[in-house]
């Protein structure tokens, strides 16, 4: 077994193969870019080395300076983890030419499977059955959308080095082909250095089932059963389970038996993933993932493996820990993906500190997987996942309720999350049913709707919990009982009291506080009022109910985590009220912080409402940002390669002449 490994990665998956390795008795040694400094996983590494800049390809992608790393720590072995270079031949055979051992399969086989075209071919040849589509080399956009026309509409645009969703996009007619197609291959030549993709028929109602398989160095070669991941956004999975629901064990025998047959066809070592997408009784082959999937939890938790040692060990050269026959399955496991994002903006990448985290209590029913803590901060550059939130039970209808109660329990503030449409899936009935597809989300958009921007009594009152504790009563030294002193809005005559007004979203609402004593206070809101007290940090009673909450302040601004929901609520001014940064019809921001990755305005140029200026990119995603108004380009304030914040000026216009 290894002495020294290093983990070629950052984030969860950095801790997670960490944690195995500790428990294995094999030292760590992490790598780093400059925006990764103080990250957990370089905490938690025996030794961390930095790499490079923040964006990944100045980093995490470049083989050479992690080999280098590798050889400076005394590595006997590179761990890639998922994404960056977990998929790269090159990098494979780099790590063999430097007499390291690569953690993953030879780099035939990821040649092999690397390339979707490629391994339909593969698999074409190999009689396994595959959606009908065009997956061969020539990539001439006016061929491409001839062979979309062949196929017929609606048509997936597909990555054909990708992964992760990422160069994925689904186009219903030929007016939309291209700009699509210009889009998936900007998001592939981001993502994977290749911008080649490949096209396929659209299934309208299938679901996306994998078959875990693993196989060492000795002939031997056995599949872990199957995961659904139908819960889909942009193609790019949000909640994963094992077994899958419905699943029979014909079924399940023959998909496992074509997933080792296709791992048998390219020599395949270690840990793989053959996806499959299924429709009636029919499944295709779909695509090979060369390396651990993110969702491999509840494979682990259903089987009782630790799938990383399983890695490990076959990387060593030992045979694999159990036979076909000795891998059973128990219960059912859940895991939601927890993502720094929007999804009623369109899934937008929000970035920020975390200035609040609080997760969910671990134990048997429930694990975590996370690479961050309270106080770092999600950046434009990396995956915008915060966490894996897993949850097993004896079967399906006890995992789902270890998740929804998990869910419920986990706060977070500074950025926005996707955590309120992870609780309104797994209470949604026709998700407890187990009727799941990777349209799923698409008929249900009432799922990905915003938080209400009128937060209840709850949230304005633990707001003004907070400022009441934090402001409390400031004496001036020696009279300690100096009028000018006390701050409970004393008033000459009649009851003391403090008007305020609160915004929340774009709602402002007039507040009266009556401050009592004991930390007790009245909130009168419109005609409705209410008696709290805050007996102690983290609970508040009102109307004479006992709360949990949880405050995160960020100036006048509070965040309410409380009943699985939150709120943000301002405390404005009246005297100086914020100006607001200007952005009407005639001005286009940035909707997020990100970089622009290209320009099409030109100042003087007239253009019409709907004409794409520029494409701004985030976390591996790039955003179409268009023209707001007919008129002319007064204005362009950015230029290609620019990092912008979020509501900075991009363009401004002027009407026509």
Known sequence: MFRTILIANRGEIACRVIRTARRMGIRTVAVFSEADRDALHVRMADEA??????????????????????KRAGAEAIHPGYGFLSENAEFAGACMADGIVFIGPPPAAIRAMGSKSA???????????????????????????????????PVLIKASAG????????????????????????????????DRVLIERYLTRPRHIEIQVFADTHGNIVHLFERDCSIQRRHQKVIEEAPAPGMDAARRAAMGQAACEAARAIGYVGAGTVEFI??????????????????????????????????????A?????????????????????????????????????LNHLRPPQTGPHIRLDTGVRAGDAISVHYDPMIAKLIAWGEDRDAALRHLATALDD???????????????????????????????????????????????ALAFAAALATLLAEGGVANPPGDPHSPWGLANAWRLNGAGYQDLLLRAGAEAHEARVFPGTGGAFTLQLGRARHEILRPEPGTLILDGVRRRIAVARSGDAFTVLADGGSWTVELVDKLHPKTEDRAGGDLLTAPMPGRVVRLLAEPGSEVTRGAVMLVLEAMKVQMRLTAPCDGVVEAVRVAEGDLVEEGAELIRFRPPD
């Open 163 to 194: 992964g992760g969703g990422k160069g994925m996009r689904v186009v219903e007619n030929p007016v939309d082909f291209a700009a699509a197609l210009e889009v998936a291959q900007g998001e592939a030549r981001a993502s994977f250095g290749d």
């Open 410 to 456: 986990y706060e977070v503030a500074g950025v926005r999350t996707n955590l309120p449409l992870l609780r309104r899936i797994a209470v949604e009935p026709e998700f407890q049913a187990g009727a799941v597809d990777t349209g799923f989300l698409g008929r249900h958009p009432r799922l990905l709707a915003a938080t209400e921007d009128t937060p209840p």
């Open 49 to 70: 080395w930095y790499i490079g800049r923040a964006p990944a390809r100045e980093s995490y992608l470049l083989g050479d300076a992690i080999i280098a790393a590798a």
């Open 278 to 315: 299924a429709e009636g009784d029919d499944f295709f082959f779909m695509e090979m993932n060369t390396r651990l999937q993110v969702e491999h939890p509840v494979t682990e938790m259903i089987t009782g493996q630790d799938l990383v040692e399983w890695q490990l060990r076959v990387a």
């Open 119 to 153: 391994a339909k071919a593969l698999m074409e040849k190999a009689g396994v059955k595959l959606v009908p589509g065009y997956h061969g080399a020539e990539q001439d956009p006016g061929f491409l959308q001839a062979q979309a026309e062949t196929i017929g509409y």
């Open 317 to 353: 050269g030992e045979e694999l820990p159990s036979r076909q026959q000795q891998i059973s399955l128990t219960g059912h496991a859940i895991e939601a993906r927890v993502y720094a994002e929007d999804p009623a903006r369109d899934w937008m990448p929000s970035t920020g500190v």
